[in-house]
């Protein structure tokens, strides 16, 4: 609620002074989805993240480092993706062609660093503060231990009988984070526009895996990906690129990227980057529709989307069409990542020359990789799970049923541990050093 004062004015022959006054103005929370019938998605309207300054390079090589910038003065500026292929759609049927694809000059809208660090230029003799650091290999031998010690437990069972009856079209299955970081300074985003960065984690489960109690424990098989756009889409209008920040890691080596820190600059003196935030966990499964691929998920926490969820685009459930973009075709500047992922010949020969194909589990071990998220009007999920042939001969049950049974596995799971304090409790972090579960402004 943002007031107002008016200061105290003196009258030309009174001694007294007028009281101050307040006006307050009330902000609308997002519609929640219906108790009972979780699962409903929410309003359609494209969330729009407020465009401001432009960025400057930035000292830390993450992915966000090596997306174009300007310099300038000595001001916490950030630069943010603008998507090329407008002629995707959700609704095709094949993957986009390099011809097929029509591009437009990216804008520099408002973004910040992945890690939320200050997006203004350091200068070169600036002091950084960073916590020692043990050798690379040694650090996820020790994070895959540590990991295992705090969560104490795997909640994941494999089940042949679960595995024979999982379609074909569901690709990969597993549990589904959502994260945003506030900008430099900000503990706690007011709106949109205080974010920095969005993030997805996944973690992926063996493909006959039900839930059972306890938290998920670390094998080592985790992803971080970055969504400069901040925001998910949630109409075919809507094209936003995503990348892969760090995979097949530990859970210790994401806890490190989600972490607030500290650091001198010579201009500015200490800047502060916040923690980030969780707001959502649940189940998804990337399928398989024929010529498409989407990424789904069902939301488990919140229980109810609120006005933080609706804004950033979460609903209770969703999918989105995914088409991963060649690294060895060209894209407009601004558009993707300097240096894209380095994939095999045997990979770089699926794409048979075009610049886009359907996104596919394997592609996502690879750092760099880009593609895009696309969103649906209605039905996301449905379209997302549509029984396959094959699938339907062989009496497998319907990906939609198998995502809907994996998230009601999810949900006692979560009841039955620390509710929304799941999260903390399955990537092995401290609830006290993290914000809570953020759902409204």
Do not use: C
Request: no cysteine; proline share 7%; net charge negative.
């Amino acid at each position: 609620m943002a007031g107002t004062r008016s200061s105290a004015r003196k009258a030309a022959n009174a001694a007294a002074s007028s009281s101050p006054t307040s006006s307050q103005s009330q902000s609308g929370a997002g519609k929640d989805s219906a108790p009972g019938s979780k699962r409903k998605g929410g309003p359609t309207t494209s969330p729009q993240a407020k465009r401001g300054r432009k960025g400057a390079k930035k000292e830390q090589a993450t992915i966000e480092d090596t997306l174009p910038n300007q310099a300038t003065e000595d001001e916490s500026k950030d630069t943010e993706m603008k998507d090329e292929p407008e002629a995707l759609s959700a609704e095709s049927h094949e993957a986009p062609l390099a011809e097929d694809v029509s591009t437009e000059k990216p804008k520099q809208e408002d973004s910040a660093t992945a890690n939320g660090e200050s997006s203004e230029q350091k200068p070169q003799d600036a002091t950084t503060i960073e916590p020692q650091q043990m050798p690379e290999s040694d650090a996820k031998q020790n994070g895959t231990e540590e990991a295992n010690q705090s969560t104490g437990g795997d909640a994941v069972e494999e089940s042949p009988k679960r595995e024979e009856s999982t379609p074909s079209s569901i690709l990969e299955k597993g549990i589904i984070y959502f994260f945003f970081r506030g900008r430099v300074g900000i503990n706690k985003p007011s709106d949109v526009n205080d974010i920095a960065r969005s993030y997805i984690i996944l973690r992926p489960l063996p493909h006959g895996a039900k839930l059972g109690d306890g938290p998920i424990s670390d094998a080592g098989h985790n992803r971080m990906l970055a969504l400069p756009k901040k925001v998910l889409p949630v109409s075919p209008k809507d094209r936003f690129m995503t990348f892969v920040e760090k995979t097949n890691v530990t859970m210790e080596e994401i806890k490190n990227s989600l972490s607030a820190s500290d650091y001198m600059t010579k201009t500015a003196g200490s800047r502060h980057t916040p923690a980030t935030a969780p707001i959502g966990e649940g189940v998804y499964a990337i399928t398989s529709t024929g010529r498409e691929t989407h990424l789904a998920y069902i939301l488990t926490i919140p229980s109810e989307v609120s006005e933080v969820q609706d804004d950033v685009g979460l609903r209770q459930r969703d999918s989105f069409v995914t088409s991963t973009k060649n690294p060895e075709t060209a894209a407009p500047a601004g558009a993707s990542l300097p240096k894209g992922a380095e994939y095999p010949k045997e990979i770089l020969d699926e794409f048979r020359g075009r610049g886009w194909m359907p996104l596919e589990p394997k592609l996502l071990d690879y750092e760099n990789t880009q593609f895009l998220i696309i969103g649906h009007n209605d039905d996301a999920l449905e379209k997302a799970t549509v029984p396959q042939p094959d699938d339907e001969e062989q009496n497998k049950q319907e990906p939609k049923e198998e995502l809907e049974k994996l998230e009601h596995e999810d949900e006692l799971r979560v009841e039955h541990l620390k509710g929304d304090d799941t999260v903390f409790e399955d990537l092995g972090l401290s609830s006290k050093e993290y914000p809570k579960l953020q759902t409204t402004w």
